[in-house]
């Protein structure tokens, strides 16, 4: 590809709404272009990387056995319905209707219409197992649409789904495309982490979430120090400890804390560290009741452990007016003591004595407070979020704390869909039985953007081979000069024989202009070839990950450059 032909519109500014690097510099090297909110166009050079990340995807889902088909963005709201997530999805499910006025919506992930082919074309187990894939749009209508390529509303997702009659080969199924995975992301040069995620009501390590690390990231994750344990603080066990609390040494007394409402300012208030205050949240759950759930002060509720606890359909933090009903007082000041509402409590506040709570009363606080004296737990649970520092639930390591980005989701599903819709097989006995289903999702575009996240500097992209949008730039310095302009057309033929992906910058700009955007479009190896150079024969090879200039022979350059983006593959 010649620069000066093709359409790589480089910007020097970053528009204001990019937050985060790659977004900045995705818009800066003209990869993409926003059309609408979350709604964007791959620009050539943008599409490239993306093309890359899709042959490394195909590539590792045909190794693992899956097998490509392409799904229909417009879905027919029946098979929807059928599922019953016509109703539940909510607004990120983007509804319309054809000129019949028969009601649609725009695929945001395919179990239904995967469901559907299946129970239509497979009878048998014989036919088992079966892994299905695509490379398709999908569009979700998020709230927050945002960072470009990363929190899309329409976007490029690989998502897989996997049938199998047994439990042992739906395993087995999960455990190949884990394994894929991994592959995936190794091969796109990216720094993650395999992480256990809440799989909600299956229960047990079946979902995995691929986590990109990078500052940017929107997920907290934890990982060992000492063994393999990984997960998203979402799900994170925290280990109990068996250490008894200590006797408790004070009488519970009132005290008055007039205006003090949050943690901190109760713990500034009385001098205390906010590790000897336990906080009272209410909280409403779908079945109308009220329940009480008590923290240590310096631990943050984890919803999803509580949710799981409770089993209710939805469970939300108490309206104000719910928690003046519940305690006779206003919010900041809930306490257990007698309190008429369901207790349960974090595992870490058993370990505590002599602690602080609101005394359900304004501007009033109990200190002294301790557990059965003073009030009674129905249950201790596991419902705080890890942090790090916290000991690891696994081995006797401390868990290290870090943001993610989380580029794939691996989750066994199950038979929820095969058995609302229906998609059964007869077994050797001739009985019909549901599929145990799994999904596997990878976000192409998200996944380029996190690569940038973690491969650039303040000059701009450091592509990893791997997915470089183009291995080699050659940079023509002075296209006016006879010399330059041959030599630099016969390596850019050559490299093209070779099969190197090669952009050749032709154009008539100053040397530093195009070492700057050589700079910021990143490209892996960067040729230069100039006057002084060829008086020797030679040109310049410099890696732009490095600083180190080293000088190749003209005439074997191709070559070179060849065998060094082979061993870079
Ligand atoms: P998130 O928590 O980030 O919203 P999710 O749990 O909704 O992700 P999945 O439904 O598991 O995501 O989708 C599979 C993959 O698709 C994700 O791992 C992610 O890489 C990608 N993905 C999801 N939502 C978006 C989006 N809005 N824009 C770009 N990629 C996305
Ligand atoms: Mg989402």
């Keep these: 590809m010649r620069y000066s032909q093709y359409l790589l519109p480089t910007l020097k500014e970053s528009p204001a709404d990019a937050e985060i690097v790659s ?60 599922s019953g997530r016509w109703e539940k999805y909510g607004k990120e499910l983007l509804r319309f209707k054809d000129r019949k006025e028969t009601e649609f919506c725009m695929g945001p992930t395919h179990e239904e219409v995967v469901t559907d082919i299946v129970r239509n074309t497979v009878n048998s187990y014989r036919q088992l197992p ?34 199998d009659l047994e439990e042992e080969s739906a395993d087995k199924s999960y455990e190949k495309m884990y394994q894929a995975y991994r592959r995936i992301f190794e091969r796109c040069g990216l720094n993650f982490r395999a992480v256990e995620a809440d799989s909600g009501a299956i229960g047990g390590s079946f979902s995995h979430e691929f986590m990109v690390l990078a ?28 250490a008894p609390a200590p006797d408790p040494a004070q009488s519970l007394e009132k005290v008055s804390t007039p205006n003090q409402k949050t943690i901190d300012e109760v713990a500034a208030f009385l001098k205390l560290p906010a590790n000897k205050l336990v906080k009272t949240l209410i909280v409403q759950t779908s079945t109308e009741e009220l329940v009480a759930v008590l923290l240590r002060g310096d631990h943050e509720l984890n919803a999803i452990k509580l949710h799981n606890l409770l089993g209710t359909e939805w469970v939300v933090m108490a309206e104000d007016a719910e928690v003046v009903k ?57 419902l705080r979020q890890a942090v790090a520092g916290d000991s690891c639930p696994r081995c006797d390591g401390k868990l290290e704390g870090w943001r993610g980005v989380e580029v794939g989701h691996v989750f066994k599903l199950g038979t929820k869909y095969s058995e609302t819709m229906g998609a059964t097989v007869l077994d050797d006995q001739g009985k019909s039985r549901a599929l145990i289903m799994g999904c596997y999702g990878i976000g192409i575009g998200r996944t ?18 791997p997915i470089a949008p183009f291995q080699v730039l050659v940079a023509m310095l002075t296209p006016k000069d006879d010399a330059v302009r041959e030599a630099s057309e016969k390596l850019y033929a050559e490299l093209l024989e070779l099969g190197v992906e ?9 040397p530093g202009a195009k070492f700057k955007d050589a700079d910021l479009i990143g490209i892996p190896l960067r040729v230069t070839v100039g006057a002084r150079g060829l008086k020797e024969g030679q040109v310049e090879l410099k890696a732009r990950a490095g600083s180190d200039i080293e000088m190749l022979a003209l005439e074997t350059a191709a070559a070179s450059l060849k065998s060094i983006v082979a061993a870079a593959l």
């Design 23 to 82: 977004h900045q510099l995705m818009t800066r090297t003209g990869m993409v272009r926003k059309v609408a909110a979350g709604i964007y166009s791959y620009m050539p050079f943008g599409l490239r990387a993306i093309r890359k990340v899709e042959q490394i995807v195909r590539d590792e889902m045909n190794r693992a056995g899956a097998i490509e088909c392409l799904m229909p963005m417009a879905n027919p709201a029946e098979l929807w319905q059928e």
């Design 130 to 163: 079966l892994n299905l894939y695509q490379i398709q749009t999908k569009f979700r209508d998020e709230i927050r649409p945002r960072f470009g390529l990363m929190r899309g509303r329409e976007f490029i997702m690989k998502d897989a789904y996997s049938f």
């Design 215 to 242: 500052e940017s990231g929107e997920d907290a994750i934890v990982s060992c120090d000492g063994c393999q344990y990984a997960a998203n603080v979402e799900k994170a066990e925290i280990r109990v400890s068996d």
């Design 326 to 382: 519940a305690t006779g007082a206003p919010t900041g000041f809930a306490g257990p003591v007698g309190l008429g509402v369901r207790i349960i409590a974090d595992n870490d506040v058993r370990q505590m004595s002599d602690f602080v709570i609101g005394a359900n009363e304004q501007d009033a606080h109990y200190t002294g407070a301790n557990l059965d004296r003073d009030f009674v737990v129905e249950k201790f649970a596991d």
């Design 448 to 465: 380029v953007a996190a690569s940038i996240e973690q491969n650039h500097d303040e000059n701009g992209i450091i592509w990893p081979m």
């Design 502 to 510: 090669v952009l050749l910058d032709d154009r008539n700009e100053r």
